[in-house]
């Protein structure tokens, strides 16, 4: 993976207005996009998702021409409530726990539907991938973290945003592999031992 920009995500390129039946057929192909990938994983076929939606296959392929668009729209929520959630994390006392607890929440978040962190991966590191905006998201929030860590002398100072998020994604793809069977605080806490400064006790592993 290409290290992942430590600045801020670039905002996604603004929605041309719809007429309202559009926006109604795209509404739909969203609830339903979320309600089978929920249910079936990121890979469920397209057109099972339009015929649910009651829409045709043309008009699902008008709003997003790939699984990866369809994937980065559904994202785009959970992807800006963690970087609401980093904002708030990172006015806290502790900039390790912050972290720890940041991570845990982008476990459960990349975890809802299977096959998403297979998706996630190699667009993190690719501009053109129509799921990079959603990468980018979680690149500014980790970033947000890792650098208020690191100024604190808390966190080792060579671990970069990529980093983190290679971490991360591999403990939520053992939590999917693993059918939910995984300890994922553990793993987690052997993550957050990995990003620590080696004179730094383990405060915050309680959090992961």
């Not at 739909?28 to 045709?56: M, P, Q, T, Y």
């Not at 592999?177 to 052997?190: E, K, N, P, T, Y």
């Amino acid at each position: 993976m290409e290290k992942t920009p430590a600045g801020p995500a670039a905002p996604r390129p603004a929605a041309r207005p719809m007429r309202a039946d559009a926006r109604r057929n795209y509404e739909r192909l969203l609830a339903e996009a979320r309600d089978s990938f929920a249910k079936h994983g990121a890979d469920v076929f397209l057109d099972d998702i339009a015929k649910r939606a009651g829409v045709g296959v043309a008009t699902l392929y008008r709003h997003f021409p790939t699984r990866e668009a369809l994937l980065d729209a559904v994202a785009q929520d959970w992807t800006e409530a963690v970087l609401t959630e980093a904002r708030e994390l990172v006015a806290g006392p502790d900039p390790a726990a912050a972290l720890a607890v940041w991570l845990r929440s982008l476990v459960s978040h990349m975890s809802v539907y299977r096959g998403l962190v297979a998706a996630l991966v190699p667009s993190m590191g690719n501009q053109n991938s129509p799921l990079n905006p959603s990468c980018q998201v979680m690149a500014e929030a980790g970033t947000l973290l890792l650098e208020h860590g690191q100024q604190a002398g808390v966190i080792r100072p060579d671990a970069t945003t990529a980093e983190v998020l290679q971490l991360v994604s591999g403990v939520a793809w053992v939590c999917e592999q693993s059918g939910g069977s995984a300890d994922v605080d553990r793993l987690l806490s052997f993550t957050m031992d990995s990003l620590r400064c080696p004179a730094v006790p383990a405060v915050g592993r309680a959090a992961a």
